[in-house]
């Protein structure tokens, strides 16, 4: 075990990294710090990023890229502290590098960590401060007009104080829109052939549809026989 001075492990408390790896299990460049994520108070947070901005955008806008409709959220951020060393001395958190998405990561589901709310009071403050900019070409907000990003915060700011969020998911029909990218999107993507031949039958309708236009080529011969 590393053994710190009472000033070296209050230092180190402050500045522990998280290990980070890839998706595939490659280490990388530790992180330190606080990281946020943003989306509405009823979602399981599954991305966090180290810009409070760019998780503020998400909380109120959605993720989702493309023309589509805004999320009505009731906005929330939850905050994960750096979580400090372990008994052994190594840093006690651990993160997946998200692949498609430079600063966003996942939590490693064998070491989780809970984060805390943001308050209502620090989240109004910041809001204000945003103003109607969506400067984060991976927000909802960044493909709408400054005018229709205004009325939206209008409407976030009444559900934060509802704790309600309206309309949150995208259609099927949206979701099958050329062009659109969210979180399952990226995980189609990325599917790999024996999960896509063992698991078509359960796929939704419109995720067929995505795989079959646009990874036609790379789907089980039998697949492709059944939709030529």
């Given amino acids: 075990m590393i053994q710190m001075n009472p000033f070296d492990q209050a230092w180190s408390l402050l500045k522990a990294p998280y290990d980070v790896t890839t998706e595939d299990g490659y280490r990388l460049e530790p992180l330190e710090g606080t990281l946020y994520s943003g989306g509405d108070i009823s979602d399981t947070p599954k991305y966090y990023t180290p810009s409070v901005d760019r998780a503020l955008e998400y909380a109120l806008y959605g993720?989702?890229?493309?023309?589509?409709?805004?999320?009505?959220?009731?906005?929330?951020?939850?905050?994960?502290?750096?979580?400090?060393?372990?008994?052994?001395?190594?840093?006690?958190?651990?993160?997946?590098?998200?692949?498609?998405?430079?600063?966003?990561?996942?939590?490693?589901?064998?070491?989780?960590?809970?984060g805390e709310l943001m308050s209502d009071d620090e989240l109004r403050a910041r809001i204000a401060m945003l103003g109607a900019d969506a400067t984060i070409g991976d927000s909802t907000g960044f493909f709408h007009s400054e005018q229709d990003r205004k009325r939206h915060i209008e409407g976030a700011l009444q559900r934060l104080r509802d704790k309600k969020g309206g309309r949150l998911d995208l259609t099927d029909s949206e979701k099958r829109i050329g062009g659109v990218s969210t979180g399952r999107h990226d995980e189609l993507d990325a599917m790999d052939f024996d999960d896509i031949n063992s698991g078509w039958d359960f796929l939704e309708d419109w995720e067929q549809d995505w795989l079959l236009a646009n990874r036609f080529d790379e789907l089980p011969m039998w697949v492709q026989e059944a939709y030529s």
């Fill in 63 to 114: 993720s989702a890229t493309g023309d589509m409709p805004m999320r009505e959220t009731s906005p929330a951020i939850r905050i994960l502290q750096d979580p400090g060393y372990n008994e052994e001395g190594l840093p006690a958190g651990s993160l997946i590098a998200d692949s498609k998405l430079r600063n966003s990561y996942m939590l490693d589901p064998n070491k989780p960590m809970e």
